[in-house]
């Protein structure tokens, strides 16, 4: 890649032609029209910001849905509580599987801003259809929906309306969240030392706007459907989905982006046999000599080529040029199933590198779900009364949003600085890998907390009332820690981990690096759902109904939480071991060493 990268740009216009030299970016990225973005006219905090105020009312809408779904599938369709919890599962678990769909077209066909513009308009589909669903047919007799006054019965038809558009929901959404992000963060060049900076910043706003979406949901739109008026919230999220397309749109002529890259599957299994077919071949001593295409593209359409790493070797036989292929001068008659590019092996090795680290996610998530599952639970058995006001034990996530928005700040502005001037070094401060190391040492005490809490629960409970309006008299707002931890992890772990798999994914993989992000998420919901049934098997015998029962007074729900603090610990240590081993990409023509993104200085 040339050091410095310029465009001609002719200018005609009122009879007269202008020859401007401007700088483009560096990282091959382009304009809508295919050519090298100009940095003064493309990309930056022009687009990010709309970006960002886009995510914001997607996830307002997403969640103005999916917030109280259960308690639609319940008073409106009648469903018992354990088929409307499975429904919801089902359908969340949906929305996860659907962002491998679309970071799969991003990445390989269509794009991130043509994947992002064609599932936010699914979305804005599939909100409009439930909102007339439930407006005609799905809330009769009128008025019903609310907790005195359940809807009557509907007809086949009626139900299969509702799903096929709570379902275009989960794929609009799905398909769009992994994109939107990366598509975000292509608009800053990461091989210009100010955007670069900027780049970082805009993974932790990014994640502010999806918090901040997410708390006018939980309470203005939550407190609407709460009472029954489904159709005003629906049509709510339905206009505030329209409102980010339009904002979404508007950003067209300004925007940067990567042309896709082709399949990835079909790049993988080409190294895999490659390599397999050359198992007998020797490797060249360092991997010098290895075959690499000249110029700027590589085969496969990768933007900027990949430096050959040590490890995996085996995988490097791909690129291993035998005799008889040295002597094919046309290079176009070589069969990619025998022969592969240093870039083409490097992605594959990038991608098994990452896996390990993705793994040791999924344990997190499992503690981040519980905010949404028995930390509810465990307030509905606390006091929740204050000065005769009743306090929803699902308000109390509000907690983690605002301490997200403060943990941003206080990393951004004081703690980031402060490390790298500790460090000695104009480059920011932690890692990502530390950061998320950090996440996961923050939630072990969280989980810490949150069961300390629960034995004081316990200790002031109320065993032998039955119609107490609560089952212990410890406040509900002792939950506060637990909560303030949770959202202090998140920002180093979610907000680093969105950075980390962005920035060491190849050009090419970048939507599936974010993608990852989500199923850890989507994983973590289905480990914690096993973990509580075998607990709930072992722990359960002929006098003791077990850690987690109906009536959380005759259980102990602190020992689950203690479990949970010591599997994190666990996690933890295969982390640290994960983190050393692993080594970053490299990129031709980065201009920021590896030292600054390394493992060497991963954990201490």
């Given amino acids: 890649m040339a050091s410095m990268a310029c465009l001609n740009i002719f200018q005609k216009g009122r009879g007269k032609t202008r020859n401007e030299q401007e700088e483009c970016t560096f990282d091959g990225t382009v304009d809508r029209h295919g050519d090298p973005a100009v940095r003064a006219r493309t990309g930056t905090w022009v687009t990010a910001i709309l970006i960002l105020v886009n995510q914001g009312l997607a996830t307002l809408a997403f969640f103005g849905v999916g917030v109280n779904l259960v308690l639609f599938l319940t008073r409106v369709l009648g469903q018992d509580n ?4 499975n429904n919801v599962s089902k359908w969340t678990g949906t929305v996860y599987i659907f962002s491998l769909l679309g970071a ?13 513009a064609i599932f936010q308009v699914i979305f804005v589909i599939g909100l409009v259809l439930l909102s007339l669903s439930s407006y005609i047919f799905l809330l009769k007799p009128h008025g019903c929906g609310d907790k005195e006054f359940p809807c009557g019965s509907h007809s086949t038809f009626e139900i299969s309306f509702f799903y096929l558009s709570i379902y275009l929901i989960a794929l609009g959404n799905g398909g769009y969240q992994p994109n939107i992000a990366t598509f975000g963060a292509d608009q800053f060049d990461e091989d210009n030392p100010k955007e670069s900076h900027s780049k970082v910043a805009f993974f932790s706003y990014f994640y502010l706007a999806l918090n901040l979406g997410s708390l006018f949901s939980n309470t203005i739109l939550g407190y609407f459907e709460d009472g029954g008026r489904w159709v005003l919230g629906f049509w709510a999220s339905s206009a505030s989905a329209i409102l980010a397309l339009i904002l979404f749109l508007f950003g067209i002529p300004r925007y940067r982006h990567f042309k896709p890259s082709g399949n990835p599957l079909s790049r993988f299994c080409r190294v895999v046999v490659a390599a397999t077919r050359k198992w007998k071949v020797e490797m060249p001593p360092e991997g010098e000599d290895l075959y690499e295409v000249d110029g700027d593209d590589c085969s496969g359409n990768c933007r900027r080529k990949l430096l050959h790493t040590q490890g995996f070797k085996f995988l490097d036989k791909a690129a291993v040029l035998t005799a008889k292929e040295r002597e094919q001068e046309d290079k176009e008659s070589r069969s990619p199933w025998r022969i ?4 083409q092996v490097e992605e594959v090795k990038c991608i098994l590198r990452l896996l390990p680290i993705w793994l040791c996610t999924i344990l997190y998530s499992v503690v981040f779900t519980q905010m949404a ?33 403060a943990f941003i700040f206080i990393y951004r502005r004081v703690l980031d600085p402060l490390v790298a001037r500790l460090k000695g070094t104009k480059a920011r401060g932690l890692t990502e890998l530390q950061r998320m190391g950090i ?10 907390a949150a069961g300390i809490v629960e034995w ?20 509900i707002f002792w939950q506060i820690p637990q909560y303030v931890l949770i959202g202090a992890s998140e920002v180093f772990m979610y907000v680093g981990q969105l950075e980390f798999f962005n920035d060491q994914a190849p050009d090419g993989l970048k939507s599936f690096g974010s993608a990852l992000c989500m199923t850890s998420i989507s994983l973590g919901n289905y480990v914690s759902s096993l973990l509580v049934t075998i607990v709930m098997k072992f722990s359960t015998r ?28 666990a996690d933890f240590g295969v982390y640290i071991i994960c983190a050393k081993w692993y080594k970053s990409i490299k990129l031709e023509g980065k201009y920021e060493d590896s030292n600054s993104k390394g493992s060497d200085d991963v954990m201490v």
């Fill in 542 to 569: 002929d006098q003791m109904p077990g850690w987690i029962p109906s009536n959380l007074n005759k259980g102990h729900l602190d020992r689950f939480y203690f479990l949970l603090a010591a599997l994190t610990m």
């Fill in 456 to 475: 004081f629960r316990l200790k002031y409970a109320k065993k032998d009332c039955r119609q107490c309006e609560s089952e212990s008299s410890l406040s």
């Fill in 340 to 343: 592969c590019t240093v870039t």
């Fill in 439 to 448: 996440g996961l040492i923050i939630a072990i005490i969280a989980m810490v």
């Fill in 82 to 85: 354990a088929t409307a919890a």
């Fill in 104 to 116: 799969f077209l991003s990445d390989s066909y269509w794009g991130r801003y043509k994947t992002c």
């Fill in 373 to 405: 599952s028995l930390f509810v639970e465990q307030g509905a058995a606390m006091k929740t009364t204050l000065l005769g006001f009743h306090i929803p034990p699902a308000s109390m996530s509000s907690f983690d949003i605002v301490s997200v928005a």
